[in-house]
């Protein structure tokens, strides 16, 4: 037999997140909790699908005019334009100086992979600098273009607070024209994020080296169930850096749309002001369509249209602010039972930064060691690093998790720190 | 500190300007541009024969009939309707055991269950045609090979995708000449070439693509007895083959006919062993109307192992088989993390309900019969004897050998719109622009002749 080549392909490990559903899956026991994958579950434990875009879906469904036609290669429009908006703001001044370029993207995933490939192609030099500790996949998505990757500090494991000055310092120490990939609301995984005032320090040190700042946005009104707080940083970044560097947005529908499955998003750039732009908008917008034909063809279109219905009518617009705080403040509801009833248990150590993160996690401080037992004797599963979705949490689930995690700590605590 | 670095603004700025403005600017896409400057015409006269999507005898974009139907049932369905969860990063089971019968038992019953019992063949449910070669390629372009070969002339993104997915040569092979396949000159030119226009140190296997039936832009496909010369030659020569599959159905109207270059390349008793895979990239755009859904498929058809091979009992779980599954989850994951939801739930519902699906089979012969009623009113008025050629003649696409003066006239002069290859799209003609786009043809064909 003929030696193939693809005898030396090897095996990888699966993704730990899949690994968690699997297990989760087979486990008989009658109580398990899954606090692994960060979808939004409603207070049954099931996923749930946001009233507003029901009324969208019915909206499209019966409209004389839908069928199944390409969208264009850049995306669907009337998502694209408001989109921008929502994260800009309507009175941003980069949209009314017609300098933002807007393409759909699949979700945030597929927004960072276009900014990968686009960096790559372009300015492959480029270090591109991540959170530690970040988002599984961040690090991945740049890799596997080529560029190299490093991180900065951002979490004080012993405070379980912000390490400003290392994310600072990071910040100065970076090659000038670094790439910075922020988290603009409810990070993941830590669900901690600067103040306003923090915020203005970073994006000024960033001004100051010349870097560009690439905003991951998967959770704008799923933090504190209003889209103009949640979008604080980028506003700020576009504001601040409109003279000094391009600012990249990866904006997400997953989350506060609920459409994880349907992958909807948009890839934004605002460009600087500057009297060029009228030939470097069309020729950053070709190379962007070059990249999505060359891997999708064009975007799918059954999410597009739904978001794009959400965002252009404003009964919609409307519920769907009302779903987001829905989301929001049940999470936030969730997090007080859970550090409530831990200080009710008397679970040696401070609980409080539950209460103080935000969005769909919680970086608990819990260890490996603890997180196993968690599996292995409650059934309840996070991922290893401690990072629980509180959106598993419900009324029904939420005491026996504190039960548990009261248990592995006391089992494993003496003497550590939490 | 701080301050006073930021009151140097002017000069960052210069050093930005010239950073994003060493962006050239890329060419408009050659079929989807078109369409965009279509839009803009204000002629009531003009005519979009550019993309390929179906259009019925009214110029209108319809659903197909089963299509409805499974809608209809997805919407009233209290599960389906009720989540729009993530999908695994390769697409859901239901999805891969659905297509994969199709595909491989049903379109390819003699070989087919072949690979699948012996864990032969790994699968991704991909963002239609465009995304199976994207993932495809970025997979090859990893582990076997940066060569391909693709016919001259093909669908102009076939190009752009392996360029921009780590292809590093890519060749053209002569596929069609005086109006016939170039079946001599294709073969004589991969026995040549090959692999010594490969650079010295790359003596990996080079790629080759293969359009299944529906040649996009020709419309003109090798006989079977042509194909068994071909297939013979890649085998022989170790080529990867890449099957591109956007039109099964559009040929004859009957979707498991179409797959004869499937049936042909998994023959186990011709070729026993693709020792480096045959990769299946499959779109659900065209013969479901499907387009802006975005789904369809990658089937990467792996190597024989020596405990698999030539064996009638189906193995233990094919290691090869994991490992692939591993590697493409990293580069789906890598893009997009996972796929679109609703196209595949469409998918899963007209494959797994028997009455949903024979419809589905009636939906596509009654849209390759009104392809053929075209047909045969255009030659009925222009007497170009390749319009019914139906031997060899097939598809959405009928390639009027136009030059791109040619082109530019008809686009002009009397807004009737063409690729610029001169690639007409015979689902944008219906009997209420046939006079019209018939006499304009004339008139331009004509064109040469008097210049």
């Known amino acids: 037999m003929s030696a193939s080549l693809f005898n030396s392909i090897e095996l990888l490990p699966p993704d730990a997140l899949f690994g968690i559903k699997q297990r989760y899956g087979q486990d008989q026991r009658t109580i398990k909790v899954d606090l692994g994958i960060g ?8 996923p749930w699908v946001l009233p507003s875009v029901k009324d969208a879906e019915k909206l499209i469904h019966n409209d004389s005019s839908y069928n199944h036609e390409y969208l264009g290669i850049t995306g669907l429009p009337t998502l694209t334009s408001n989109a921008a908006k929502i994260i800009f703001g309507t009175q941003s001044e980069a949209l009314q100086e017609d300098r933002v370029i807007s393409v759909q993207s699949l979700s945030g995933t597929g927004a960072l992979h276009i900014s990968a490939k686009f960096f790559s192609k372009f300015f492959p030099d480029k270090l591109v600098y991540l959170s530690k500790p970040t988002w599984a996949n961040h690090m991945a998505i740049f890799e596997n273009q080529g560029l190299k990757t490093a991180t900065y500090p951002y979490w004080a494991n012993e405070t379980k607070s912000l390490d400003l000055d290392g994310f600072l310092g990071a910040i100065q120490n970076a090659p000038e024209g670094s790439v910075f990939v922020l988290h603009s609301c409810a990070h993941n995984p830590t669900g901690l994020d600067p103040t306003n005032k923090q915020w203005v320090q970073i994006v000024d040190a960033i001004a100051s080296k010349n870097h560009i700042a690439l905003f991951d946005t998967a959770y704008q009104g799923f933090a504190t169930g209003d889209l103009d707080k949640d979008a604080y940083a980028v506003r700020l970044g576009v504001e601040k850096l409109s003279t000094v560097s391009p600012v990249f947005v990866c904006q997400s529908f997953a989350k506060n749309a609920g459409m994880y499955g349907e992958r909807v998003g948009c890839f934004h750039v ?102 196993k037992r968690l599996e292995e004797t409650h059934a309840v599963y996070l991922v290893a690093s401690g990072r629980a979705s509180i959106a598993g949490l419900n009324q029904g689930n939420v005491e026996y998790v504190a039960k548990a995690i009261d248990e592995v700590v006391r089992f494993y605590a003496t003497g550590a720190k939490l | ?80 309707n009720n989540n729009l969860s993530y999908l695994p990063i390769t697409g ?86 005086d109006g016939q396949v170039d079946i001599d000159g294709w073969i004589e030119q991969l026995k040549t070439f090959a692999y010594t226009r490969q650079s010295e140190n790359n003596k990996n296997p080079p790629c080759i693509i293969l359009h299944a039936c529906c040649h996009n832009p020709t419309g003109l496909d090798p006989t079977k007895e042509q194909w068994k010369k071909i297939i013979d030659t890649i085998y022989d020569l170790k080529m990867v083959p890449i099957v591109d599959m956007a039109y099964q159905g559009l040929e004859s109207g009957d979707m498991l006919r179409d797959a004869y270059l499937m049936r042909l390349c998994l023959d186990v008793e011709k070729y026993p062993n693709w020792s480096n895979g045959l990769f299946l990239c499959q779109s659900f755009a065209k013969n479901m109307g499907l387009y802006g859904e975005r789904v369809g498929s990658l089937s990467v058809v792996t190597p024989a192992t020596t405990n698999n091979r030539n064996s009638n009992l189906p193995q233990q779980i094919n290691p090869l088989q994991q490992n692939i599954d591993s590697q493409l989850k990293k580069i789906v994951r890598g893009m997009y993390s996972s796929p679109p939801g609703y196209g595949s739930r469409v998918v899963n519902v007209v494959l ?19 392809l053929h009623y075209v047909r045969k009113e255009m030659f009925d008025r222009l007497g170009w004897p390749a319009l019914i050629n139906f031997a060899q003649q097939h598809g959405m696409f009928y390639y009027t050998k136009f030059s791109p003066k040619q082109v530019d006239t008809l686009r002009n002069q009397y807004f009737v719109y063409l690729t610029g290859d001169g690639r007409l799209s015979l689902s944008g003609v219906n009997d209420s622009n046939i006079d019209y786009l018939c006499e304009a043809l004339e008139a331009v064909s004509k064109m040469s002749e008097l210049a």
């Open chain 1, 270 to 371: 605002a460009l600087t002001k500057q009297a060029q732009n009228k030939t470097i908008k069309p020729a950053v917008t070709s190379q962007l369509a070059k990249i999505i034909r060359s891997e999708v063809s064009n975007p799918p279109a059954y999410g597009a249209k739904i978001v794009a219905k959400l965002l252009g009518t404003p009964e919609l617009t409307e519920q769907w602010h009302k779903d987001m705080v829905t989301m929001s403040s049940r999470i936030t509801k969730m997090r007080h039972a859970l550090r409530d009833h831990l200080i009710s248990l008397g679970t040696p150590g401070n609980w409080d930064h539950i209460v103080n993160q935000c969005g769909m996690f919680s970086f608990t401080g819990l260890t490996p060691q603890m997180v």
């Open chain 2, 92 to 177: 859901t089971k239901e999805f891969q055991e659905n297509v994969l019968n199709f595909l491989f038992r049903e379109s390819c019953p003699q070989f087919g269950p072949f690979y699948l019992a012996h864990d032969r063949v790994s699968f991704v449910q991909t963002l239609s045609g465009t995304g199976a070669l994207a993932v495809a390629a970025k997979f090859l372009a990893l582990f076997i090979s940066k060569d391909i070969w693709i016919p001259d002339p093909s669908w102009a993104n076939h190009k752009n995708i392996f360029q921009n997915n780590g292809f590093e040569n890519i060749h053209r092979y002569s596929y069609y000449k």
């Open chain 2, 1 to 80: 500190m701080l301050r006073t670095r930021l009151s140097n603004v002017g000069l960052w700025r210069s050093y930005y300007t010239s950073s994003l403005s060493r962006v050239p600017r890329a060419p408009p896409d050659k079929v989807l541009g078109l369409s965009e400057h279509f839009k803009r015409e204000k002629s009531a006269k003009k005519i979009d024969l550019t993309v390929g999507i179906y259009k019925d005898a009214w110029g209108k974009v319809t659903t197909f009939p089963s299509v409805v139907k499974a809608q209809k049932l997805i919407e009233s369905h209290l599960e389906l």
């Open chain 2, 352 to 370: 797994s309900n028997a009455k949903l699906k024979q419809q589905w089979f009636k939906d596509v012969d009654f849209m390759v019969q009104r």
């Open chain 1, 39 to 46: 979808a939004y579950r409603d207070d049954n434990g099931k």
